[in-house]
């Protein structure tokens, strides 16, 4: 069956680069019109969308945000890694991925479980 | 950026009642439209994609209508297992989601 499972630290200081990891299985990163994104969700409010990465390796990012964040994947571990520059309070949040099966419509049908990170000196 | 507007923000019902929830777009979105329940400490779960069509596994007690900038979800009797928050998103154009409806027991 297919799941995602999120990892990487719970907690991150101010200016750091956060680095998180989406460990995918039941399906290939490599697969046509699969894709992998990921969302964020802070405490008691609502969810949004950081970036995507397709099976081709093209990749989009949230406009607001796009400076400092970097999405890659690693094909033969069946990995997607987020990277987010310069970490601040206001970026804690639980971090989701999610898949997306159809292309440039990204509709979420499978979620990781979330990890939380708090950003705090 | 599209932008997602959901109301209301909270909505207070009984068991068996008829729910609506509204989710308006900033700028013509078509049918590019999903909706999903999501429970505390749990993530998300797809309910209706592509504005109308009911995600495999989702009870038929859910639908889903509109296009272009106004959008809503139906629940046609509402059980104990839907008391959650509802969130749309559009994916015209990346992937935007609303603030969010949630649904209380009244």
Same mark, same amino acid.
Request: glycine fraction near 4%.
């Given at each position: 069956q297919v799941t995602l499972k999120e990892s990487g630290p719970v907690l991150v200081k101010p200016t750091e680069t956060l680095t998180l990891t989406c460990t995918v299985s039941?399906?290939?990163?490599?697969?046509?019109?699969m894709g992998v994104s990921w969302i964020r969700q802070p405490p008691g409010k609502a969810l949004e969308w950081l970036a995507h990465i397709f099976s081709n390796d093209e990749k989009s990012y949230s406009t607001s945000l796009k400076s400092r964040l970097t999405i890659s994947k690693d094909t033969s571990k069946s990995q997607v890694v987020l990277t987010m520059t310069?970490?601040?309070?206001?970026?804690?949040a639980t971090y989701y991925c999610a898949r997306n099966r159809d292309g440039y419509n990204y509709k979420f049908d499978y979620w990781g479980q979330g990890t939380l990170v708090t950003v705090s000196s | 950026d599209i932008q997602m507007t959901q109301s209301p923000s909270t909505l207070s019902a009984s068991v068996g009642d008829r729910v609506t929830i509204t989710c308006r777009a900033s700028? &013509?979105?078509?049918?590019w439209l999903a909706w999903y329940q999501q429970k505390p400490g749990k993530a998300p779960k797809l309910l209706i994609?592509?504005?109308?069509s009911l995600e495999s596994g989702?009870? &038929?007690?859910f639908s889903g209508s509109g296009s272009g900038t106004e959008f809503t979800l139906t629940i046609s009797s509402l059980q104990p297992d839907d008391f959650a928050t509802y969130y749309c998103q559009q994916y015209n154009s990346y992937g935007t989601f609303g603030q969010g409806t949630k649904v209380e027991i009244k």
């Open positions: 039941g399906f290939s990163l490599s697969n046509a019109r310069n970490m601040d309070p206001v970026d804690t | 700028q &013509s979105i078509s049918s994609y592509d504005a109308s989702v009870p &038929s007690r």
